[in-house]
Each structure stands twice: as structure tokens, then as C-alpha cells.
């Protein structure tokens, strides 16, 4: 089991570091979950993201660092506001929402560019206010805290309607593989940031547009009329 562990997260068990990078890696599993029942538009979608924000950076921060709380706390906050924000959408079924999907504009490009900066400037934390940050040997942290960033603002984008922030969660996810191999990645985050690929394309796919008079078959309307034939 112990070897089982060492090849999954990279770190011996029982150690501060690996119960980090598994508590990281339910975190991004769980995301991984949202993100596939965001492509079916369902609210149970936030309510996983809420959970992977609390397995991951939460209880990391909770347990190792109470400074870790200045970027857990921002990245339940989003997960609670998309929540909010798909209530805004009428019902289609029992969880599903009829989101109303945007097109790219210079507007929702301009809104993420500032909330990623935000995210990880709160993820650098007191890195960025002692300077630690711009020592030498420190751009593949910065770059990862970066495109962590990126899916948590992309998750607000969707959360908006706006399609083209899968992308964004696929080219996040592309980019982490190819920071993750100038050292020694676990197996564990690998498999996840393909998983994170493949979900946030099928919720491309997923959420293309629908030809005029075509109706999904899931599309029902909630609660269903008990006066139709």
C-alpha cells in the first residue's frame, strides 16, 4: 500500500507533503466531477466544486497554514457564487438549468485577465508581499498557482454562460502538464490534468449550439406540466 501511494502522489505516506498532494489531488478529482456535470448544465455540478474547494485547499489550509486561507476562502466563494449564479436559470429537469451560452467577447476576456491576476496574487499570498516570489528557482510555482487560477476564474466564466472558458480549462490543464514535466510529477496529477482535458472538451462539445426547433431530450421542463397529454 505504502508503494502504492509513493507511485500515486510521489511523496511516502504518513508525511505532511503527501497527505498535501493527496488532499490536493481529491480536490482536483472532485473538480474534475464538476466540471462533467457542468457540461450537463446541473447544479450538482457547484455543490462538487464546493467539496473540492473544502478536501483540497481548505483542509490543507486548515491543517499546514492558516495563510493558505487567503486564496481557499476567494475559491469558495466562486464556487458558492456559481451556484447563486445558475439559480438564475430556469429549470429543465430536476438539477438542470436552461443556461443562456455566450460567445467569446473582449468583455468576458478582459473580466478573466483581472480575476486571474486577482486569484493568483491571493494564491501567492505572502509570497508575493515578502518577495519570495521573484527569487530565483520559483517560476514553475508561480506558473502553477497561475493556471490554478485560471480554472477557478474559467468556472465563473461558465457559470455565466460563457463557452469558450472550457477552452480555457483545457488549455489550464495542457499547459500544468507541460510545467509539471520540467521536475518529477506524481502520476496521480498527471491522470487528473488529462482528466481535466477531456472533461473541459466534452463540455465544449456539450454546450455547442443547438439548431433553431431542436429540443434536447433532456430538456423537459421542471416540475412538468401534470396538464399535458
Known amino acids: 500500500m505504502d508503494d502504492l501511494f509513493y507511485s500515486l502522489f510521489g511523496q511516502a505516506p504518513g508525511t505532511d507533503s503527501g497527505t498535501q498532494v493527496a488532499l ?112 530565483d528557482l520559483t517560476t514553475n510555482l508561480w506558473l502553477s498557482l497561475l493556471l490554478e487560477s485560471v480554472v477557478v476564474v474559467a468556472l465563473v466564466g461558465l457559470a455565466h454562460g460563457v463557452r469558450w472558458a472550457w477552452l480555457a480549462v483545457a488549455a489550464s490543464g495542457a499547459a500544468y502538464i507541460a510545467v509539471l514535466f520540467g521536475g518529477s510529477p506524481a502520476l496521480a496529477t498527471l491522470g487528473l490534468l488529462v482528466f481535466q482535458i477531456l472533461a473541459a472538451l466534452y463540455g465544449w462539445w456539450a454546450w455547442r449550439p443547438v439548431p433553431s426547433g431542436t429540443v434536447p431530450d433532456e430538456a423537459e421542463t421542471y416540475p412538468p406540466n401534470p396538464y399535458r397529454d
Open 24 to 135: 490536493y489531488a481529491a480536490g482536483s478529482l472532485l473538480t474534475c466531477i464538476a466540471l462533467l456535470l457542468l457540461a450537463r448544465r446541473s447544479d450538482l455540478a457547484w455543490w462538487a466544486q464546493i467539496l473540492a474547494v473544502f478536501a483540497g485547499p481548505l483542509t490543507i489550509a486548515l491543517l499546514y497554514g492558516y495563510e493558505g486561507l487567503i486564496s481557499a476562502v476567494p475559491k469558495m466563494a466562486a464556487a458558492a457564487y456559481g451556484l447563486w449564479r445558475f439559480s438564475k436559470y430556469p429549470l429543465v429537469d430536476k438539477f438542470g438549468r436552461e443556461v443562456e451560452v455566450r460567445g467569446f467577447s473582449l468583455r468576458s476576456l478582459a473580466w478573466g485577465l483581472a480575476l486571474t491576476a486577482a486569484f493568483t496574487a491571493l494564491a501567492l499570498g505572502p509570497m508575493l508581499t515578502t518577495g519570495f516570489i521573484f527569487s
